[in-house]
């Protein structure tokens, strides 16, 4: 567990999933999956495109609360679809591999 200041992804996955095991009357959470997928996928849609507009914003502190929007939105999708965050975790240790082994081969380094 990280300290109480901090959650990282793999906990906030799990308490998304705990929240699909076990719903809770009122849980935004909850009304994510209550609605759907389309409502779920609209939502990715719509913090994808705040991100991007907050990049634009000089005030890093709109970035990173639209950041974590996103990420949150992009739990409940996983969670939706039935992927885990180690089935991502592990798809991104497959890429490191990949990309150390580039680094000698340059004409593969855009990768
Ligand atoms: N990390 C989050 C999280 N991030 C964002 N949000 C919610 O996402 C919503 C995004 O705001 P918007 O203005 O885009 O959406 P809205 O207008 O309220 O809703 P829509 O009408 O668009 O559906 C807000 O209601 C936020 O509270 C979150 N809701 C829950 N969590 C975590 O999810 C877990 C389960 O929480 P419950 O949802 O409370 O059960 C806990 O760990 C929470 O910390």
């Given at each position: 567990?990280?300290?109480?200041?901090?959650?990282?992804?793999?906990?906030?996955?799990?308490?998304?999933?705990?929240?699909?095991?076990?719903?809770?009357?009122?849980?935004?959470?909850?009304?994510?999956?209550?609605?759907?997928?389309?409502?779920?996928?609209?939502?990715?849609?719509?913090?994808?495109?705040?991100?991007?507009?907050?990049?634009?914003?000089?005030?890093?502190?709109?970035l990173i609360y639209e950041t974590a929007d996103l990420l949150y939105h992009?739990?409940?999708?996983?969670?939706?679809?039935?992927?885990?965050?180690?089935?991502?975790?592990?798809?991104?240790?497959?890429?490191?591999?990949?990309?150390?082994?580039?680094k000698d081969r340059p004409e593969i380094k855009d990768l």
């Open positions: 567990m990280t300290k109480a200041t901090e959650q990282d992804l793999d906990e906030l996955y799990q308490a998304v999933l705990e929240r699909k095991a076990n719903p809770k009357k009122g849980s935004y959470t909850d009304y994510l999956f209550t609605k759907g997928l389309d409502k779920i996928l609209k939502k990715v849609g719509e913090e994808s495109t705040e991100v991007i507009v907050a990049s634009k914003n000089p005030e890093r502190s709109e992009l739990m409940v999708l996983l969670a939706e679809q039935g992927v885990s965050y180690s089935e991502i975790k592990a798809e991104l240790a497959k890429r490191e591999g990949l990309l150390s082994k580039t």
